[in-house]
């Protein structure tokens, strides 16, 4: 099928970036965004590209060169789907918050509401693309739903799961290690490859079944998770022994077996990703009877939480056993930089346990609005909104977020925190100044030299 007119489902951070490249590299092809959320269709088509809803390196200089000429941000679901041979559906998939699997499996509401969606509006052929990360056997479901349509509508599924990571999105859609297309029609899988094949090299392009592509994406991202939580596991032990986690993972690192990435100790990985789809995996596994299985990767976020509660813990300790009524000034609140996302984000857990000690957290961060951070708090439901207010203040600049602060805690990783003038934020700190350093980003010996105690994971 020569495919000229494309649909996605879902203005996301998956959809937003994904199709932005798509249309970039096919400008003969109309690509139409749609959501439902009106107010993100409409930040996505401000004229101010600063204002996107997304934030992502290069993604708005690619917006402003495709927007309105290929692509497309809309509303009217209905229409797109109408005119599209090729369907995206790229809408979020979470952790079911309810009922069966409740915490674990993962939520497919918004998925089946896109296939019935398709079903009802559908009278040409479509294929349909799950972009969205599904588990194992999902596009069976949409087939069903899609095939009991009666119209006489024949549609193609394939499975095509986007590995781009926050923050580096859109250099990772420019150059993917690989796109995974998996399906039964040879005809379908060819006309999604050429899409891609516009800036992808065809090698790059590997062909699965359907069931081996949907279970690659839950694997990616849980080796990617389990070597975090492998590192920050030896993190632990280098606390006791002295030993440099820094160092242990570049000696660890440099066996091409392991190799280097991955493995930067930290206060615990966020996003939306790893512990949805980690979580997921476990309730397949355990759906099947495979309880092994699924207590070895369900250890993978056990190790992580615990990342998170030690280093609260540790900060608290160190602050003489009480941060009640002390100012902690926080550094990051994006679960990593260069990105506006706050999904699961270690600072929310962090801030949350400290101000369950009654500290007073003052927030910097470049890339997010203080009405996220507090949105974030009031979703764990842990205190009344005005409590979280009272307690946790977010401010444009990060000096006045650490001005009298008994301690900073860096959350993120931001570039911008290495090149602060830390000199004078020891002078204006309360005495003793702690650092607490949740991305190892900051060198402990300047930080030492300047008088700061400063504390970082693994060293
Ligand atoms: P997101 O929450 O940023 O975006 C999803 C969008 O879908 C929302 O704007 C929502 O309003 C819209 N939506 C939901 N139901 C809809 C419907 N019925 N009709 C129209 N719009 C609808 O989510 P995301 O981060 O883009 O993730 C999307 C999927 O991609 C998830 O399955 C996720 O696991 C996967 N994924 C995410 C990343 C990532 O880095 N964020 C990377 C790879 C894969
Ligand atoms: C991840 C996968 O990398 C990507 O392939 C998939 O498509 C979506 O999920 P993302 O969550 O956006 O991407 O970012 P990633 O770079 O993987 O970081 C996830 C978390 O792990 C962040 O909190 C990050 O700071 C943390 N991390 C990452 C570490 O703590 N140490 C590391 O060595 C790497």
Redesign the pocket.
């Known amino acids: 099928m020569k495919i000229t007119k494309i649909c996605c489902i879902g203005a996301g951070y998956v959809g937003g970036p994904t199709m932005a490249v798509i249309a970039k590299n096919n400008p003969h092809i109309k690509i139409t965004i749609v959501d439902i959320n009106a107010e993100r269709i409409a930040a996505w088509n401000d004229a101010d590209v600063s204002k996107l809803p997304v934030y992502e390196p290069g993604l708005a200089e690619i917006v402003k060169e495709t927007r309105n000429k290929n692509l497309f941000f809309s509303t009217d679901i209905n229409t797109a789907i109408d005119e599209s041979e090729m369907i995206f559906i790229s809408v979020n998939t979470p952790t079911k918050t309810f009922g069966k699997g409740k915490g674990m499996a993962a939520d497919l509401k918004y998925v089946e509401l896109c296939a019935r969606n398709i079903a009802d509006i559908a009278t040409t052929d479509k294929i349909v693309v799950e972009k969205s990360t599904l588990p194992v056997r999902t596009a069976q479901a949409i087939k069903s739903i899609l095939e009991n349509t009666g119209n006489g509508v024949t549609f193609d599924i394939l499975s095509n799961p ?6 580096t999105a859109i250099e990772d859609l420019l150059h993917p290690d690989r796109i995974l297309i998996g399906g039964e029609s040879e005809e379908a899988i060819d006309s999604l490859a050429s899409i891609y094949g516009s800036w992808v090299p065809q090698e790059n392009i590997l062909r699965t079944n359907v069931w081996s592509s949907e279970l690659s994406k839950l694997t ?2 849980a080796f ?1 998770a389990q ?2 939580s492998s ?1 920050n596991a030896i993190s632990e032990l280098c606390e006791h022994t002295e030993a440099n986690v820094n160092e242990v993972a570049k000696a660890i690192g440099m066996d091409s077996r392991i190799g280097s ?4 100790a ?1 206060v ?7 512990q949805k789809d980690i979580l997921n995996l476990v309730y397949i596994a355990r759906s099947y009877g495979l309880n092994e299985v699924a207590n070895y990767w369900e250890q993978v976020i056990i190790m992580n939480d615990h990342q998170k509660r030690r280093f609260s813990d540790r900060l608290i300790k160190t602050l003489y056993n009480t941060v009640s009524g002390k100012k902690i000034g926080l550094l990051g609140w994006a ?2 930089k260069d990105t506006n996302d706050t999904r699961e984000s ?1 600072a929310i857990y962090v801030t949350d346990h400290l101000v369950s000690e009654q500290a007073h957290i003052a927030v910097y961060d470049p890339k997010v609005s203080a009405v996220k951070i507090q949105t974030d708090l009031n979703y764990l439901n842990t205190r009344t909104e005005a409590e979280n207010l009272k307690y946790v203040a977010s401010v444009e600049n990060p000096y006045e977020a650490l001005k009298n602060a008994h301690a900073v805690a860096i959350m993120t ?1 931001w570039d911008e925190f290495k090149t602060y003038d830390w000199k004078q934020i020891y002078t204006d700190m309360k005495k003793p100044a702690f650092i607490f350093d949740g991305r190892n980003i900051l060198d402990k010996s300047n930080m030492e030299a300047i008088g700061f105690e400063y504390y970082s994971i693994g060293q």
């Open positions: 986007e590995f781009l990571a926050e923050g990616a991202n990617l070597r975090i590192i990435k991955f493995l930067k930290s615990g990985f966020g996003g939306s990703c790893f679960f990593k270690a990783e």
